[in-house]
Nanobody, 121 residues
Framework: QVQLVESGGGLVQPGGSLRLSCAASGSIASINAMGWYRQAPGKERELVAVITSGASTNYAESVKGRFTISRANAKMVYLQMNSLNPEDTAVYYC????????????????WGQGTQVTVSS
């Protein structure tokens, strides 16, 4: 079992900043990539940013230049969000993919429980 715990969401005014954190735990052998997705009411879940074990990053066009994903260590990532606007309001989910050990090695893909980000004046 692999668990992801997110933190750092909340209410912020337009133009403000927030930093989300995601920590992975469990019988993890390696993590290939960790990322952030978001889902706004009535919309599908979408990729926000992802970072690989080799530190390659990919961002949604809508957040480029405003959001930065980084790794604190092999099992923890941050999402620094600047210049937030109301369109960024959503539940943000952490995702991790890699290999875990449960008697044998196998692939895993896990999601966190989500953290609410609300941008409003």
């Amino acid at each position: 079992q692999v668990q992801l715990v997110e933190s750092g969401g909340g209410l912020v005014q337009p133009g403000g900043s927030l930093r989300l954190s995601c920590a992975a735990s469990g019988s993890i052998a390696s993590i290939n990539a960790m990322g952030w997705y978001r889902q706004a009411p009535g919309k599908e879940r979408e990729l926000v940013a992802v970072i690989t074990s080799g530190a390659s990053t990919n961002y949604a066009e809508s957040v480029k230049g405003r959001f930065t994903i980084s790794r604190a260590n092999a099992k923890m990532v941050y999402l620094q969000m600047n210049s937030l606007n109301p369109e960024d309001t959503a539940v943000y989910y952490c995702n991790a993919r890699g290999i875990h050990y449960t008697g044998s090695f196998s692939d895993f893909a896990s999601w966190g429980q989500g953290t609410q980000v609300t941008v409003s004046s």
